[in-house]
């Protein structure tokens, strides 16, 4: 019984182990302009969505 337990507590030591264990990068920080980059693609592909809906032959429905 005693080997079980032994056997229980190394499977959670190892287990705690490999969650603390930290990433092997540094985290990049985003510049500023790195955020605008990601604004003006956002927004254009808004636009481009706006276009393809406004240039399609269907009804213009909106379902806000």
Same mark, same amino acid.
């Given at each position: 019984m005693g080997l079980g337990r032994l056997m229980v507590t190394l499977k959670s030591k190892i287990r705690s182990l490999k969650i603390l264990k930290k990433? +092997?990068? +540094?985290?990049?920080?985003? *510049?500023? *302009?790195?955020r605008m980059e990601i604004r003006s693609r956002k927004a254009r592909k808004l636009i481009e969505e706006t276009l393809k809906v406004a +240039? *399609?032959?269907?009804?213009?429905?909106?379902?806000?």
């Open positions: 990433p +092997d990068y +540094d985290k990049v920080e985003k *510049s500023e *302009s790195m +240039d *399609s032959p269907k009804p213009k429905a909106f379902a806000f």
